[in-house]
């Protein structure tokens, strides 16, 4: 019956439009948002649930008010696409694209597949700009990416007058099974070029299925509160634990086992696969880094090793070697991914992703 009443608000919603000059705009609200944990988050286009405000370290809250990962859906028969949104923070970095850090990416499913359509690139904290335009009068199933680095206080989509938006009509990404990935400031999309090519929104799109980013910048750090939302996700389909970057030997040592722990209980029959540290740029010159590294992934691998000597199945082990390739051309300052990183790191971790799921 909840469901009912909620679906029923939702179309009510998305029929509050309003007309300026030939773009219809209407409350992006009345539209699914799809790449969460849970659906009742503090922020409608944040990560987190209101009841971990005080309880996660503050900078893991902050960080889970960004949009990382979250996309939304509509179906539209319009000869263009415009957005108008309101970014949270305004974030400024000088190694990130804005487009990346607090734009928006608009997708097409064409001929099966999700094909890019239009950036969104922001013009300040409040931003309207046409996605896509001139296409032909037809009925499209779109996704709109949100942004990675910042939130959104508000969003509105528009489309042509005369044309219809509504609720979408094909069930892609499908949510079934989500893939549930924590992590560092790479997953949650440091420094791709733009939304869609952060590595979890490239997943998602091959897996044709939902990622949910748990990614927080400079701070996964095995915060047992994120095992506990990560357990809550509904009928997950595999658990992707790649915090070495961010986490010290020392932490994983101490903590790994337990933050598995939550996720097994809850889930005794979910795949979890572990992931090293990549063989950074600066690895082969700056030695302390390469013996960081190098204890991290030790501590990574110990733990594997001792959860599976201790029983338990289902586990799957990602090793550093040609994560993101050998030449050192993936990063943008030998650490955070370019899209080229980010693609050179899909094509090894989505493997072992689709093995996992067919188990």
Avoid at 65 to 92: D, M
Avoid at 173 to 194: D, E, F, H, N, W
Avoid at 289 to 316: C, P, T, W
Wanted: net charge neutral.
């Amino acid at each position: 019956m909840k469901r009912i009443l909620i679906a029923a608000v939702l179309m009510l919603l998305a029929g509050t439009a309003y007309t300026k000059d030939d773009v219809k705009y209407t409350d992006a609200a009345g539209f699914p948002v799809y790449g969460k944990a849970v659906d009742d988050t503090f922020d409608r286009y944040g990560r987190l649930p209101a009841y971990l405000q005080g309880k996660v370290r503050g900078p893991v809250w902050n960080l889970g008010r960004n949009s990382a990962g979250l996309f939304i859906r509509f179906r539209s028969n319009s000869t263009s696409v415009s957005v108008k949104w309101t970014s949270l923070s305004e974030v400024y970095m000088n190694h990130m694209s804005s487009v990346g850090i607090r734009g928006l990416d608009l997708y097409i499913l064409h001929d099966g597949e999700w094909r890019f359509a239009g950036a969104g690139r922001p013009q300040g904290k409040s931003t309207e700009t046409v996605m896509v335009s001139g296409m032909e009068r037809e009925d499209r199933e779109y996704m709109l990416y949100l942004s990675l680095y910042d939130g959104i206080e508000d969003l509105e989509i528009g489309v042509d007058s005369d044309a219809y938006i509504e609720q979408p009509a094909v069930a892609s990404p499908s949510a079934r099974k989500p893939v549930v990935m924590y992590g560092t400031s790479i997953l949650q999309g440091g420094c791709v070029s733009r939304p869609g090519m952060a590595f979890t929104n490239m997943i998602s799109r091959e897996l044709d299925r939902v990622v949910v980013n748990l990614g927080f910048s400079g701070n996964a750090l095995l915060d047992y509160e994120i095992a506990e939302l990560m357990a809550q996700v509904e009928d997950p389909g595999v658990f992707v634990l790649d915090y070495v970057p961010n986490a010290s030997a020392r932490q994983i040592a101490e903590r790994g086992e337990t933050f598995f722990r939550i996720l097994r209980d809850a889930h005794p029959d979910v795949p979890v696969i572990f992931i090293e540290d990549p063989q950074f740029p600066h690895t082969l010159f700056n030695k302390r880094i390469a013996e960081e590294v190098g204890r991290k992934n030790r501590e990574q691998k110990a733990l594997y090793d001792r959860l599976k000597r201790q029983g338990f199945r289902k586990l799957y082990y990602i090793t550093s070697e040609n994560l993101i390739g050998d030449d050192g051309e993936a990063t943008v300052d030998a650490i955070h991914f370019t899209d080229l990183g980010a693609s050179r790191y899909v094509s090894k971790v989505l493997p072992v992703i689709r093995k996992s799921l067919r188990k």
